[in-house]
């Protein structure tokens, strides 16, 4: 049995060594199939067999299996391959009859074609009569509106007529608003004469009514003394026949309110066509018209004498027209303004509040007012670019008027005034060369003057706590006068353009101290290089404080909103990041040159200072330590007499400093006076000699000098 179990060993080896030949064979017949099945079949032998030859016993179990499941997987297959055909046949026939349908179908379309298109060619004669008749229809339709509205504006017009014949006034206005409202209904037409001929016979009863009312109204404003030119001597009392004369005013106002919307709207036609005129285009042009509502109608009429009499004086040949006393036409509009306010109040408001017309009248005369002032500094803005002096003058009593106009009259804010003329562009530029030109000038004589180094309150001490010279005084009070100019621009950009001045002329400031201070650094204990330091660090202080105004932080908001490059230039993210978020200021940059100027100062001030203590300490650094008699001997402790000048000069020097630098920097540099000072004795001395370590026990302390 054990030779027979041998034999079928080797047997079972030799046929599984055949069928692994074999496979590999295939592998080599197949290539495109190989390489997976190859793998397939060495994993499938080394999970099954592995490399014990003695497991090969197992080959014919093995075989046996995998025949047993190709057999059931060839049963499997011949069965799904009898039921295939039946089901194929079945889809071809469906296939089949699907066909002969579509065959049909097509058939149908074609024949259905043919008879639309029959149909069609035997019916376009009839469709091109009926088109023709459509358009005629048409074209007669449109003759027939054109026609109709023609008629409309006739019959308005001679109801028109008819009204102001009868003196009907209201029936004349009303017809005249139902031309308003046609022309409005026609803005989109393409009927260009149609509407030529509708405006112009609106603009011909407009004007007639409107020349009525107005010389209606300007008798009853006669009057009541209209216009107020001098102040009013008293109030306005009731004359014998003031209600006769009120009830006209309200009649008349009331009337001219009612012609406002046709006013307006030939108002706008004739501004868009170029027609208003030269001065009405000047004042367009000054004024924002987003900002710049129609004046009311009353109050335009009320405005013409005002405006005869501004014209005559201020833009004529007259005398009062002279380009270096622009504050005599300011002054005469605020004058205007302020005169006719009770007029205003009492006599027109309470009118237009029973009309229900949202109105200020007081605001709207200002505001008629101020398109002539527009007007005529818009003029002279454009002719003074080129005289420093008279534009410099221009912008300070413009400034001062817009001022007076905001505070003294209420004006509203959201209402433009006369800062946006300075915003145009040669304007507003003319105007940062002005400024620059003047702080310079300013820089040079205050830097120059006799007493430019000493504090005007050198002797009142509570209020010379900084101890700032006169010229670092003054040169920030020019700084601040220039914020005051630019803080009531309307554009944020333009005042960064004027803080982009001021940052300039700080560091301009700064580099001229600098200058002086290397003229002056050869005495740093002298007057003038004190007075320096505490120009530099009274700036330094200012600019800090600026940095927390609210002001300067919505600026500073602007900027970075705005990536304005004349303040930001130069900032990297981190930078742009910390202005952001408020964490830094628009000064950061001006502040760290000025700090390390006063460093660089206060170093030099106090190396000075211990060149002199050094020099007087030198006897005492000499002094014989051991022969002196031990602390424990003495009662009292006391100051070696070698000791004496060095301290002498330490509290001299001190004082000096105490009375010429500002309290700040007095701590700093007496502080860093003490530290030197330690260094020096505990240090410098014992070192020269070591049979000093006594010292610090005999004479000081080294807590003595510690601050």
Not at 55 to 76: F, G, M, P, Y
Not at 503 to 524: A, G, H, N, W, Y
Request: charged letters at 20%; a negative charge; one cysteine or more.
């Amino acid at each position: 049995m054990a030779a027979l179990s041998a034999a079928e060993q080797t047997v079972d080896t030799e046929h599984f060594s055949e069928s692994m030949h074999s496979l590999s064979s295939d592998a080599e017949a197949f290539p495109a199939d190989s390489a997976e099945q190859h793998d397939f079949v060495v994993d499938f032998i080394e999970k099954e067999v592995g490399s014990d030859l003695k497991s090969l016993k197992n080959v014919s179990n093995l075989l046996k299996k995998l025949t047993d499941e190709n057999n059931v997987l060839e049963e499997q297959v011949l069965t799904v391959s009898s039921s295939v055909p039946p089901k194929v046949s079945a889809a071809l026939s469906a296939a089949e009859e699907a066909r002969c349908s579509l065959e049909e179908l097509l058939k149908k379309e074609r024949l259905i074609s043919n008879m639309l298109h029959q149909h069609l060619q035997g019916a376009q004669p009839w469709m091109d009569n009926l088109g023709q008749i459509l358009n005629q229809v048409d074209h007669i339709e449109r003759h027939m509106e054109y026609l109709r509205c023609l008629q409309h504006i006739e019959e308005l017009s001679a109801a028109v007529q008819q009204c102001l014949m009868t003196s009907s006034v209201w029936e004349a206005i009303r017809a005249v608003d139902s031309m308003a409202a046609l022309d409005t209904g026609l803005s989109q037409s393409a009927c260009s004469h149609l509407q030529d001929f509708l405006r112009e016979t609106l603009h011909f009863w407009h004007k007639i009514i409107k020349d009525r009312l107005t010389i209606d109204f300007e008798k009853v404003l006669t009057q009541l003394h209209w216009p107020i030119i001098s102040p009013p001597t008293q109030s306005l009392t009731p004359t014998a026949s003031s209600p006769e004369i009120s009830s006209q005013l309200e009649l008349l106002v009331t009337q001219l309110l009612a012609l406002q919307t046709s006013d307006d709207l030939l108002s706008q036609k004739d501004l868009a066509s170029g027609k208003g005129g030269p001065s009405a285009q000047t004042v367009s042009l000054a004024t924002p018209t987003s900002l710049a509502p129609p004046l009311c109608l009353p109050i335009q009429i009320m405005l013409l004498p005002l405006s005869k009499r501004f014209r005559y004086h201020f833009f004529g040949n007259r005398q009062t027209n002279t380009p270096n006393k622009p504050e005599w036409y300011l002054t005469q509009a605020l004058m205007w303004m302020g005169n006719s306010t009770t007029f205003m109040e009492e006599k027109i408001q309470p009118i237009l509040d029973r009309a229900g017309a949202d109105i200020s009248a007081r605001v709207e005369l200002c505001r008629g007012l101020l398109s002539l002032v527009q007007e005529k500094v818009a003029s002279d803005a454009s002719r003074l670019l080129y005289d420093d002096a008279l534009f410099s003058h221009l912008v300070e009593e413009v400034l001062q008027f817009e001022k007076e106009l905001r505070s003294n009259h209420s004006y509203p804010a959201a209402l433009p005034g006369l800062l946006h003329l300075l915003l145009e562009d040669a304007v507003l530029q003319k105007w940062l060369t002005v400024e620059r030109k003047m702080a310079v000038e300013k820089m040079d004589a205050m830097l120059s003057a006799e007493g430019a180094w000493s504090s005007q309150y050198k002797d009142i001490s509570d209020m010379d706590e900084l101890k700032a010279p006169d010229c670092a005084e003054t040169f920030m009070t020019l700084l601040q006068v220039i914020t005051e100019r630019y803080r009531a621009l309307p554009c944020p950009s333009a005042q960064l353009k004027f803080l982009g001045l001021q940052r300039e002329l700080v560091d301009d400031f700064r580099i001229r101290l600098t200058q002086v201070m290397k003229e002056e650094s050869r005495c740093p204990l002298g007057a003038r290089y004190c007075a320096i330091l505490n120009a530099v660090n009274y700036i330094s202080t200012i600019l800090s404080d600026w940095g927390d105004n609210v002001f300067f932080l919505q600026l500073q908001q602007a900027a970075v909103s705005l990536g304005d490059d004349v303040v930001l230039r130069d900032l990297g993210v981190l930078e742009l990041g910390r202005l952001a978020s408020l964490e830094g200021s628009l000064f950061e940059g001006l502040l760290a040159l000025l700090d390390r100027l006063k460093g660089d100062m206060l170093g030099r001030l106090l190396e000075w200072t211990m060149r002199e203590v050094i020099e007087k300490a030198r006897p005492y650094g000499q002094d014989r330590w051991l022969s002196l008699p031990s602390q424990h001997d003495l009662s009292t402790m006391t100051l070696s007499s070698s000791a004496c000048p060095m301290m002498l000069c330490v509290r001299d020097r001190l004082l000096h400093l105490h009375q010429s630098l500002s309290l700040s920097l007095f701590q700093l540099a007496w502080q860093g006076l003490a530290d030197r000072l330690n260094k020096f004795l505990y240090q410098d001395v014992r070192r020269e000699n070591p049979q000093k370590h006594c010292l610090c026990f005999y004479d000081l302390s080294p807590t003595s000098l510690n601050v």
